[in-house]
């Protein structure tokens, strides 16, 4: 007689890199199939790796919610502890481009703390989560720190400035928050606007690594909030934190 063994439920954790991944996988198919090419290779990628996103995840967690960057929102989702929170292809230009700084977030906000994370590197074979959180390397000397390839913000000049930091110019912010990760840099501080799809996951994988994750006036980063726009955050190694905080509070445009 055959023993039995009971079927292990997948985790959160195991659930959102499970679909980070598979999207990035049908990102980089689409992306070799030659069929799209320029903004609509970005559009069509997004829909596709939406598609699937939405469809896994309402069959994996139906009584969750779920707020994407591709969905029509519904705030009623505010009415849920549990929201997953998507973004089908951060870095859509860079994507479009054939570069390797683009990225896909899956996450978990419960209680709006960035709980669980995946961000997806399809272009670097990499998916980073808040389940297996990596060791962090060294800090760089000097500090290197990530600012926007097309709109760097005039904050994160200032601070780097200041500090003496490295400016690191790259794509989407998942690929930018998984640099300080993954000790390429140490800082990444952005306030040219963004929403709770393009930080969630980032922030929750951040965390678990240790790092400081948090608004640029020091205060949480807080999702699953009716308007979904969060317009600033800093990541980085918790030893620059007090003074990357102190001197963004300092700049004034001239």
């Keep these: 007689m055959k023993a039995s063994f009971p079927i292990m439920a997948e985790s959160d954790e195991q659930l959102a890199q499970r679909l980070a991944t598979a999207a990035g996988q049908i990102l980089r198919d689409l992306q070799a199939s030659g069929e799209f090419a320029d903004?609509?290779?970005?559009?069509a990628g997004d829909a596709r790796a939406n598609a699937m996103l939405m469809h896994e995840l309402r069959a994996a967690r139906p009584d969750d919610a779920i707020l994407s960057e591709e969905e029509k929102d519904n705030v009623i989702r505010c009415e849920s502890s549990r929201a997953w929170i998507v973004d089908p292809l951060d870095g859509t230009r860079e994507y479009s481009e054939g570069r390797s700084d683009w990225a896909v977030h899956v996450a978990l906000a419960i209680d709006g703390v960035p709980t669980v994370g995946a961000v997806a590197l399809p272009g670097l074979g990499l998916t980073l989560t808040s389940g297996s959180p990596q060791p962090l390397e060294p800090a760089n000397v000097p500090p290197k720190m990530l600012v926007s390839r097309t709109r760097p913000a005039a904050e994160a000049v200032f601070v780097a400035e200041k500090i003496g930091a490295e400016l690191l110019a790259m794509g989407s912010a998942g690929a930018k928050a998984m640099?300080?990760?993954?000790g390429e840099a140490d800082i990444y501080l952005?306030?040219?606007?963004?929403?709770?799809?393009?930080?969630?996951?980032?922030?929750?994988?951040?965390?678990?690594a240790g790092l400081h994750v948090s608004r640029v006036d020091g205060s949480p980063l807080v999702y699953n909030c009716a308007n979904p726009y969060l317009p600033d955050l800093l990541i980085?190694?918790?030893?620059?934190a007090a003074d990357a905080l102190r001197l963004a509070a300092e700049y004034s445009p001239e």
């Design 190 to 208: 952005h306030t040219g606007g963004q929403y709770e799809w393009d930080n969630c996951a980032p922030a929750a994988v951040a965390m678990a």
């Design 236 to 240: 980085c190694r918790k030893e620059f």
């Design 39 to 43: 903004k609509a290779l970005g559009k």
């Design 179 to 182: 640099a300080v990760v993954r």
